[in-house]
């Protein structure tokens, strides 16, 4: 399988399984959020960029902590990302934005 199609294969399955992707089986995507956010040391205003967001549980715990501040979450998946999209929204979070990615180049 070609480099093009094993990417095309990752991002179908994080499309398929992305609604159910938050469930409390995997309630620890919320916790370690809540713990990279006060390890930051954030100030308040700092831009963020959230690489490999998924559905948006950093940069989303992130923007809770961001008031004059801004977090940019990128992922291949859209699925993940209309996820991220959704919760920001129900969240009322105004400060976070979630951007698809098209392809990636493998480092090594």
């Known amino acids: 399988m070609n480099e093009h199609k094993r990417q095309q294969k990752i991002q179908q399955t994080f499309n398929i399984v992305a609604e159910g ?17 006060h390890c930051l040391n954030l100030h308040g205003a700092e ?13 989303l715990v992130l923007a809770q902590h961001l008031p ?3 977090v940019t979450g990128v992922d291949f998946s ?13 969240m009322n979070i105004a400060n976070a ?3 698809e990615i098209m392809e990636w180049t493998p480092t090594s």
Do not use: C, W
């Not at 831009?47 to 940069?59: E, M, Q, R």
């Open 68 to 70: 004059q501040g801004y």
């Open 47 to 59: 831009h963020l960029l959230d690489v490999a967001t998924g559905t948006g549980n950093n940069a």
């Open 97 to 99: 934005e979630f951007i």
């Open 21 to 37: 992707y938050d469930n409390p089986g995997l309630r620890f995507f919320v916790t370690s959020a809540q713990q990279i956010a």
């Open 78 to 90: 859209e699925g993940m990302l209309a996820q991220a999209r959704k919760k920001a929204q129900q």
